[in-house]
């Protein structure tokens, strides 16, 4: 049996994508997922996050080739190995980014009218039920439930008075008409549990006859006949399957594999498929290129008051737990962190904010082993720059779907990065220094005290520095001689394929990037039915 649709990846698009072509009886949907089921406790239930994002069975923990810009470091890239992908591993941050992000991607378009923030809002509004109602800027009807912080710490309200203190100004809705300021945060989180999207969007549309779900489906390569897509090839338990669509094979992967798929499948850079022995069905040099990633460095301190870190006794297990399971309330429901700020570093310079800093009322350390729990209060208030100008790329390390793709990390080559890097971190302590809140502040952990200087902190970014798990950009549209996909995300130089998730965002977004990729399923999915009926 031939499928109408088949969808590589079951994550933040792809279950997306899964609901909204299967509403048609008529389709029959295929959709293949490298991973598993969202059923272990890690992914439900919110405070697992750092368990989830560990674990293997859960994560492909791709890992990056040593860093030349971070001290020749090497770094996990995660990818959600599980229904949902990354949105089942993820923070839970709910964020959209500037306006000017997406009147950018529409600029790279040459203004066609598909992507700028007009053409986009529609879709942010259609996809989330948010607690602000139906707005001009949001909506109330969607299939991913968005919530505020339930039962918020109580330093993350003085935070948002110690960052008014220093000149930023208070938003209480960075996804609104603005998103300059700093305010609460809301999360993917629905009465106390991940909300992802295969709760959001897959779990509605499972009983449907004519979409099948495929777990533990590794998939090789898309198979061509000349240069039209007709199907794909797997492994499951060890057997190879070939599957065939009569209508569009769409690769919704992400930003890691979706390019690696593509490359397999003779779609890439003429050389580099060369040097593996892959016969080119067409010469694509931007696949695996533009690789995106927002630099994200670590500013924490010690507090007075207990913070979450040091709540992991069997008496705040017991509470907390309880407090979760009857209520959806406490430490367990909550996102990572539980206020944003976005800011400009130089305001006379700037005309939207550079930086993003994430207040988590937990303390974290780094040793050899990576990222661990402070044994004393602490808060991390991580930055990152919005827009960093330094590009890393991925290619291939055989033919082989077995084989991981190489990511060639250069995380901060580009001194512009730096440089806003070292002002984030300044700012982000002065917060921590301001008279709201100097009562509960007990002094800085990480950078250490002595470092100060403009070549102390950019030696402390190089050393602690990592990627903050927003990939993009590396299948990117638009009409230029390295785009991938076109504006409406259709694989150039061939027919009845897409690429609908992170990987074709020309520009990195201003913030998080899972709302946004969800977004582009939305989007991709209407794109698709309207091509189909148009056919």
């Known amino acids: 049996m031939a499928w109408h649709y088949i969808i590589v990846g079951a994550g933040s698009a792809g279950c997306v994508l899964a609901h909204r072509l299967?509403?048609?009886?008529?389709?029959?949907?295929?959709?293949?997922?490298?991973?598993?089921?969202?059923?272990?406790?890690?992914?439900?239930v919110p405070a697992g996050e750092i368990k989830a994002i560990l674990n293997p069975r859960l994560n492909w923990m791709y890992m990056s080739e040593?860093?030349?810009?971070?001290?020749?470091?090497?770094a996990m890239w995660p990818g959600g190995k599980v229904l949902g992908g990354s949105s089942s591993i993820n923070g839970m941050i709910y964020l959209r980014g500037q306006r000017e992000d997406y009147d950018d991607w529409g600029r790279t378009l040459g203004n066609s009218g598909e992507w700028s923030y007009r053409d986009v809002l529609p879709y942010f509004?259609?996809?989330?039920?948010?607690?602000?109602?139906?707005?001009?800027y949001h909506g109330d009807s969607g299939p991913l439930h968005v919530s505020n912080v339930p039962t918020p710490h109580g330093l993350t309200r003085i935070f948002i008075e110690s960052a008014q203190q220093v000149g930023i100004p208070f938003n209480p809705d960075v996804n609104g008409e603005r998103q300059e300021g700093v305010g609460p945060h809301q999360g993917t989180i629905r009465r106390g549990r991940r909300n992802s999207t295969a709760q959001a969007y897959l779990k509605p549309a499972r009983g449907r006859p004519n979409l099948h779900v495929i777990t533990g489906a590794k998939v090789d390569r898309v198979i061509f006949e000349g240069r039209r897509a007709v199907g794909v090839r797997f492994s499951q338990n060890g057997q190879t399957r070939d599957e065939r669509a009569d209508g569009e094979v769409i690769l919704s992967a992400g930003a890691i594999a979706s390019p690696a798929i593509l490359m397999r499948s003779g779609i890439g850079p003429a050389g580099e498929l060369g040097t593996h022995g892959i016969a080119v069905v067409h010469a694509a040099p931007g696949v695996g290129q533009n690789l995106q990633e927002h630099p994200i460095a670590w500013v924490s301190g010690y507090v007075s008051l207990s913070t979450y870190n040091l709540q992991l006794t069997p008496y705040h297990f017991v509470k907390h737990g309880l407090n979760w399971l009857v209520m959806g309330r406490g430490p367990a429901?909550?996102?990572?962190?539980q206020a944003i700020a976005f800011l400009r570093t130089r305001p006379k310079e700037e005309t939207r904010p550079d930086i993003q800093l994430h207040f988590t009322p937990t303390g974290y350390?780094?040793?050899?082993?990576g990222l661990a729990l402070l044994k004393r209060a602490a808060v991390t208030v991580p930055a990152n720059v919005c827009r960093p100008k330094s590009r890393s790329e991925l290619t291939l390390r055989s033919a082989s779907p077995d084989d991981p793709p190489r990511i060639k990390s250069r995380l901060l080559a580009d001194e512009d990065d730096v440089r806003r890097m070292i002002d984030g971190c300044r700012i982000a302590r002065s917060i921590l220094e301001a008279p709201a809140f100097k009562p509960y502040y007990q002094g800085p952990c990480m950078p250490a005290p002595d470092v100060r200087s403009d070549d102390e902190l950019k030696a402390y970014l190089r050393q602690y520095t990592l990627p903050a798990y927003h990939?993009?950009?590396?299948c990117k549209m638009g009409i230029d001689t390295m785009a991938v996909v076109d504006g409406r995300l259709r694989v150039i130089g061939v027919e009845r394929l897409r690429v609908v998730d992170a990987s074709i965002m020309p520009l990195l977004t201003s913030s998080n990037t899972n709302a946004p990729t969800i977004m582009i399923g939305e989007k991709g999915a209407d794109m698709i039915l309207a091509d189909g009926r148009a056919a």
């Open 333 to 337: 429901a909550s996102p990572i962190s």
């Open 471 to 474: 990939p993009v950009g590396t």
């Open 125 to 136: 509004k259609k996809m989330e039920t948010n607690p602000f109602g139906a707005t001009e």
């Open 365 to 369: 350390e780094f040793g050899p082993d």
């Open 22 to 44: 299967s509403a048609n009886p008529k389709h029959r949907v295929l959709l293949l997922e490298g991973g598993g089921p969202d059923s272990s406790p890690f992914v439900r």
């Open 66 to 74: 040593r860093d030349p810009t971070l001290n020749d470091r090497e």
